[in-house]
RNA sequence: GGGCCUGUAGCUCAGUGGUUAGAGCAGGGGACUCAUAAUCCCUUGGUCGGGGGUUCGAAUCCCUCCGGGCCUACCA
């Protein structure tokens, strides 16, 4: 068998948050998957990094007064904490703000440039003078130049679906600061991609890249039509690199993240005297990246155009894995499924989510669903009662005595389990660990009644039977540590723990194939808990964010009761907004109004027909996105807040004549203000 | 509204033209007592979302309708 030649990546984690259980997802897949090509023989390296750069990044250390190299090297100690947790096992993680990347940026820069991809030219873009920063088209909001609609992002308009550039808008806002912005122009540099359109097309259609899911989604949503020129630089202030032949200027964060994967492998091939053009120039090298279907765009269209032109090595394929749903529902903080790594480590075994992933996971870009009651129960069931079980039931029967000199009959089920091999080989080589899991526990399903019927507990108690409990126990034993082979690429931790056991280490896939003989058996070791339902209600509650009402939110009311601990996760999310005076608050007439009737928008999915009543027979129809939140019955009646001199918007399903005002994050986590007793309708907000 | 995915036992899912549709978990009955109240045996349970078509034969292929999910749009 040849020897295959492996480089894998894992979407590179943003600095800008924690590490939580959907990201897990991603990276204990390809973790499985790297484990898998190692067991298997193959020269596999598995290279990761933090994503460093941006705007984010930059107003978040501004917000917290310190460098952006102070947040970036904290967050990376901690993910690289979260991740060794997981046992997430990464030959070199690097970080995108790294010499090497800044080099290999410049490479393919420089190669972009002689191939007469990069296109410069000037363009208008707003300035805000306060933040002293230009502002993305997502930072500018405005009336729209063309339907004079309020409240417009700066590329296009939600109302007529008009598209101009942010300094087109009329009273243009920005959203950073709230400073008026400055027409500022600057020379931006643009990498023309429709040149590489034959290549993507073909590319994105050959040989296996992509899942056909994956493919058709590319074809139908970009490659129907011209490709855009994709603009790559920024200019300063940006947490970037500055780009050499264009002083001022920064690539985007886009454009230097994917390039991290190569300087990660750089850094790595110091470290270990490789050849770093084996891994990159080498078509007898695969390069398999894992991400999520939300990056797909990048990974797919931009990459593989930057590694063309630069005459690197492209992809061998690009796994697309969906998002976590908890309970088939979205994680959200509100109901504690928005569980970080670090919070899930202090309350469970990572084992169990490494399992439990593995039995859901397919080569599919479906959503995967961790729905906590099977969590516990295929756990339990599956690696406690029916594959630990094999060992914890027999090994004390042969502690004195070791393995049988010679592999006893087996009623052939060694045999076929190594026959099996090639299946559950297959099944891992394809991410199909779902089908894997399921090869596996029929193996595990057909030992445990091998030693039920040879009760070896029986046998035990009459000396004259003292070879054949040995041989039973042998059988068990060996059966147990296929089992584990198979397993190990998920269960690294329970490999090791076989590997105590038996004082023989599992160091390939064919270790499955032949039986250990006469070797002693350790004492037997506890190798997981069970899983013990109320672990997972704390782990829960510990990542529930604690709602206040409004007795325990006051000092005076909550008397000797304990002050509540308020997070700052939301205040990182959305930073304060900088000073204003008064009358900049008092253009907006916040109003208490009434719900007087509420009706579900039956083609719509966010939105609820609201009819307000501001007082006498004054009325307001407004469309909220609250769908998800409230049901149209829980309104009726009520007192909201509105805002009541916004622009009327058309919709598709009517016209909206204000807004309500609300918190959160949206979809179910969206919290209607309303107001303490004794507030009349059409009363204003001072 | 558009694109993609999906619908099989109470739950999670196998099963892509060929005997009487399977597994695990859960439920019921029994056994064992080595093992982390684990395990083993027996057992209940399905008009394979509905309808139509192709075929000697359909869970599987085609059409259509209905339900669910994701993306997108309408929105925060």
């Known amino acids: 068998m040849t020897q295959r030649r492996i480089l894998v990546t894992a979407a590179l984690p943003y600095a800008n948050g924690p590490i939580h259980i959907g990201h897990l997802v991603e990276y204990i897949q390809t973790d499985i998957w790297v484990r898998y090509q190692k067991l298997a023989g193959n020269r596999c390296v598995f290279l990761c990094a933090d994503d460093t750069h941006g705007t984010a990044i930059m107003i978040r250390a501004r917000q917290e007064g310190r460098s952006e190299e102070q947040v970036i090297a904290e967050m990376q100690q901690r993910h690289e904490r979260d991740f060794a947790g997981f046992e997430v096992g990464f030959d070199h993680y690097g970080s995108t703000n790294s010499p090497a990347n800044r080099q290999l940026c410049g490479q393919i820069w420089q190669a972009l440039r002689q191939k007469g991809m990069v296109s410069e030219r000037a363009v208008t ?4 003078p306060v933040a002293g920063t230009f502002l993305a088209d997502r930072f500018v909001k405005g009336t729209c130049p063309v339907c004079k609609a309020p ?12 598209t101009y550039g942010p300094h087109e808008l009329i009273d243009p806002v920005s959203t950073l600061s709230g ?18 359109h034959p290549f993507l097309d073909e590319w994105t259609r050959s040989a296996d ?12 949503h970009f490659l129907n039509k011209p490709l855009r020129d994709w603009d790559v630089s920024r200019p300063q202030p940006y947490f970037g690199f500055e780009i050499p032949d264009s002083p001022g200027n920064c690539w985007y964060v886009w454009f230097d993240a994917p390039i991290g994967y190569m300087a990660s492998t750089w850094e790595w091939c110091q470290r270990h005297g ?12 695969e390069i398999h990246h894992f991400i999520g279907k939300d990056i797909m765009y990048f990974h797919t269209l931009f990459w593989p155009g930057m590694l063309h032109s630069a005459g690197l090595q492209l992809p061998t394929k690009v796994h697309v894995h969906g998002f976590l749903t908890v309970g088939g529902q979205k994680m959200s903080k509100r109901t504690g499924t928005f569980v970080k790594a670090e919070t899930y480590l202090r309350h469970l075994d990572p084992a169990f989510l490494r399992y439990y992933y593995a039995t859901k996971l397919s080569p599919s870009l479906n959503d995967l669903d961790l729905n906590l009651s099977e969590f516990a129960s295929k756990v339990n069931s599956d690696l406690v009662g029916k594959v630990v079980n094999l060992a914890s039931r027999t090994a004390r029967f042969v502690k004195q005595t070791g393995l049988s000199a010679t592999y006893p009959d087996d009623e052939a089920l060694f045999a076929r389990g190594a026959a099996a091999g090639d299946e559950i080989a297959a099944a891992y080589e394809a991410c199909d660990f779902g089908r894997a899991m399921r090869l596996v526990m029929e193996l595990a399903d057909r030992a445990n009644p091998y030693v039920e019927s040879n009760a070896p507990w029986t046998l035990s108690k009459d000396p004259a039977q003292a070879g054949r409990l040995q041989d039973v126990c042998s ?3 060996n059966l147990f540590r296929q089992i584990v082979v198979y397993l190990s690429p998920v269960l690294p931790r329970l490999a090791r723990q076989a590997d105590e056991l038996f004082g023989v280490p599992i160091r390939n896939w064919r270790d499955a194939a032949s039986p250990l003989v006469g070797t002693p058996v350790a004492t037997f070791q506890h190798m997981l808990q ?5 672990d997972i209600q704390a782990m829960i509650e510990d990542s529930r964010e604690k709602e206040l009402d409004a007795t325990s939110a006051t000092p005076a009311a909550a008397g000797a009761t304990t002050v509540p601990q308020d997070t700052e996760e939301a205040l990182l999310a959305e930073p304060l907004q900088p000073t ?19 009706e579900d928008v039956p083609d719509a999915k966010k939105l609820l027909k609201l009819t307000l009543s501001l007082g006498g027979e004054v009325r307001r129809t407004v469309f909220a996105g609250i769908k998800a939140a409230y049901k149209p019955e829980q309104l009726v009646g009520r007192l909201v807040v509105v805002v009541a001199n916004l622009a009327p918007r058309q919709m598709k399903f009517g016209l909206s004549e204000g807004m309500i005002v609300a918190v959160g994050p949206g979809d179910k986590d969206v919290f209607l203000l309303g107001v303490d007793s004794g507030a009349k309708v059409g009363q204003r907000v001072h």
Do not use: M
């Not at 890249?209 to 139908?220: D, K, M, T, W």
């Open 151 to 162: 409240d417009q992002y700066g590329d296009n308009c939600d109302r007529c679906s008009s």
């Open 179 to 196: 400073a008026k912005p400055e027409l500022r122009q600057a020379a931006h540099l643009f990498v023309e991609l429709e040149r590489l």
């Open 530 to 534: 069970r899983i013990d339902p109320k």
């Open 274 to 285: 490789e050849n770093f053009d084996l891994w990159w120039r080498d078509p007898g090298t």
């Open 475 to 477: 059988v068990a034993l």
């Open 125 to 128: 873009q707003l300035f805000d």
């Open 580 to 598: 204003i005076l008064i009358d900049d608050f008092a253009k907006v007439d916040l109003r208490v109004a009434r719900v007087l009737a509420a």
């Open 209 to 220: 890249h992509l899942e056909p899911e994956v493919s058709n989604y590319l074809h139908g």
